[in-house]
Nanobody, 125 residues
Framework: EVQLVESGGGLVQPGGSLRLSCVASGFTFSDYGMFWVRQAPGKGLEWVST????????YYANSVKGRFTIARDNAKNTLYLQMNGLKTEDTAVYYCSASENLRTCSGGYCSFKPRGQGTQVTVSS
């Protein structure tokens, strides 16, 4: 059974940093690109960042470019999202997913149902 377990969220002040993790199991992690999405209250699933299977190619939404860094450790079956310079508008539940669900994404938003429980990031003073 495919499992994705996100962690690392929390409450942080504007300008602060957090590192999210996503531990994957039930599939061959190193065979898949992975990506992060987020869902703010009352909004849809917003695509945040994608990384290819070996980690050599990364892509970011304009809203996070230069502030967030996606990475992966295939030996640990773990995906990361380093978030620096956090803003109040980054407040959301963050989810990870395998790249097969990218096909549901258009115009910066995705329509799949996340497998994991997500991790809450709240940016507030």
């Amino acid at each position: 059974e495919v499992q994705l377990v996100e962690s690392g969220g929390g409450l942080v002040q504007p300008g602060g940093s957090l590192r999210l993790s996503c531990v994957a199991s039930g599939f061959t992690f190193s065979d898949y690109g992975m990506f992060w999405v987020r869902q703010a209250p009352g909004k849809g699933l917003e695509w945040v960042s994608t990384i290819n299977d070996r980690g050599g190619n990364t892509y970011y939404a304009n809203s996070v470019k230069g502030r967030f860094t996606i990475a992966r450790d295939n030996a640990k079956n773990t995906l990361y999202l380093q978030m620096n310079g956090l803003k109040t508008e980054d407040t959301a539940v963050y989810y990870c997913s395998a790249s097969e669900n990218l096909r549901t994404c258009s115009g910066g938003y995705c329509s799949f149902k996340p497998r994991g429980q997500g991790t809450q990031v709240t940016v507030s003073s």
